[in-house]
Each structure stands twice: as C-alpha cells, then as structure tokens.
C-alpha cells in the first residue's frame, strides 16, 4: 500500500461551524505533512509531525489545530475559519524526516468556508 | 531563504520534447524534487535528484542540474496530451527534510 489518503474528498463550511480533516497512510512512515494550497499556488507547508510530534508549525493561525493520533493518521481540526481559508488542502508522508526522504501526497480536501 | 522560481506556462506540440526549467537559491538543498499536478489532484512525485549529480534519466524524464547557477530543469521526451498538468519543482526546507518549498509552477500545455 503505497497511498495517502485523505477524506472528505470535498468540505464546505460556515464561519462558525467545527470540522477536522482526516489523513491516513499505511507505508509506515513516521513523518507527516499539511500543505495548504491556493487557487493557481504552490503548495505552502502548515505542519509537520515527526514520530507522532509536532515538529514544525509554520506560524499557522490556531484556528487551525493538528493533531496525530497515532503513526498512521493525522488530523486537521477546523474551528472558527474565514473565507480567506478556502483552499486545497494536502497531507504527505514520508519515511521521516531525514534528507532525501520522498514526500507522498494525498489527493487533498477541498475546503470552502462560506 | 528557499525561494524558488518557474516560469508559468509553457506551450509545445505533441511529439515534441518539453523543457521545463527552475531556479533556487538554498545551495544548502540536497535533494530537488518536480512533482506534477493535474487539474483537481494532489501532487505526484516524478523524480528527483541528489545535488552531487548533474544528471537523472528515468524513461521520458531528464532531470538536469547545475548547481553553481542553482538551476534545475526537466525534459520530457515524446510529450503526450496525457502529460498536460501543473510542473513543480521543489527543494528541502532548510537543507533537510522539513517540508518542500515550491516553486510557483509551470502550467504544460500540449498543442495537437
């Protein structure tokens, strides 16, 4: 199984509402990723989580929360978005976090908050 | 900082070979990477290349780099309408591992 995988497939919603993003990958990679990605952007890194630890938080609002609850899943947690957040938004693993490690991605949750 | 430069889109015919070219500037960066985005997908990992080399070859795929004027460009031999997407090439953040800084992308657009 060499997949990430990523659901929903596709979210919308309101300013006021709470969800959470789910990824999950069964290669046995210990590093995991979130990107957000505009409309006509790269990819842009949110958080990275090292041995189930987060290792890297790029200065994201905490409207955004992750969490990992095991070497296997990653989550997103939604609260309190704006518009502005709308994007898509990507997960990736890789082995870990050592140099040269490839990064897979999922296919990504498009999200639109209204 | 990792700041990383693409042009964004390019045109070439099908049959025709595709160059694709990019610009870096951490010279710290090990590996490169390009991924490829097609419309409503995630990001596919195409090749990459380790920076004590100057050449990867993989099928259709060259990947070249010349670390002095930290550039870097792919080659796509034989370009077919299945190849149309999003090119990106990214570097390691900081060197290492943690995360990818993207370029902007190059928007590949094959003419019949």
């Known amino acids: 199984d060499t997949e990430v995988t990523q659901t929903p497939k596709h979210l919308v919603m309101g300013m006021t509402n709470k969800k959470s993003l789910k990824c999950e990958q069964h290669?046995?990679?210990?590093?995991m990723y979130w990107y957000k990605q505009k409309a006509k952007k790269p990819p842009e890194l949110m958080f990275v989580?090292?041995?189930?630890?987060?290792?890297i938080n790029e200065s994201v609002p905490s409207r955004f929360s992750p969490e990992c609850p095991n070497s296997s899943l990653l989550n997103l947690h939604l609260h309190a978005l704006q518009p502005e957040d709308s994007a898509l938004y990507l997960c990736?693993?890789?082995?870990?976090?050592?140099?040269?490690?490839?990064?897979?991605f999922g296919p990504g949750t498009r999200l639109t908050v209204l | 900082g990792e700041d990383v430069e693409q042009s964004l889109f390019l045109s070439v015919r099908e049959g025709d070979s595709s160059v694709i070219n990019c610009t870096y500037t951490?010279?710290?960066?090990?590996?490169l990477y390009w991924y490829k985005q097609e419309p409503g997908a995630g990001l596919q990992l195409l090749t990459y290349?380790?920076?004590?080399?100057d050449m990867k070859q993989d099928q259709r795929l060259t990947v070249l780099l010349n670390k002095k004027d930290k550039h870097l460009s792919l080659r796509i031999a034989d370009t077919q309408t299945g190849d149309s997407a999003i090119y990106f090439c990214?570097?390691?953040?900081?060197?290492?591992?943690?995360?990818?800084?993207f370029g902007k992308g190059t928007h590949l657009i094959i003419q019949p």
């Open positions: 990736a693993s890789s082995q870990d976090r050592s140099r040269g490690n490839e990064q897979f």
């Open positions: 290669m046995g990679h210990r590093a």
């Open positions: 989580y090292s041995y189930e630890k987060l290792s």
């Open positions: 951490d010279s710290s960066s090990t590996y």
């Open positions: 290349i380790f920076s004590n080399m």
């Open positions: 990214a570097e390691e953040i900081g060197g290492g591992a943690d995360g990818l800084t």
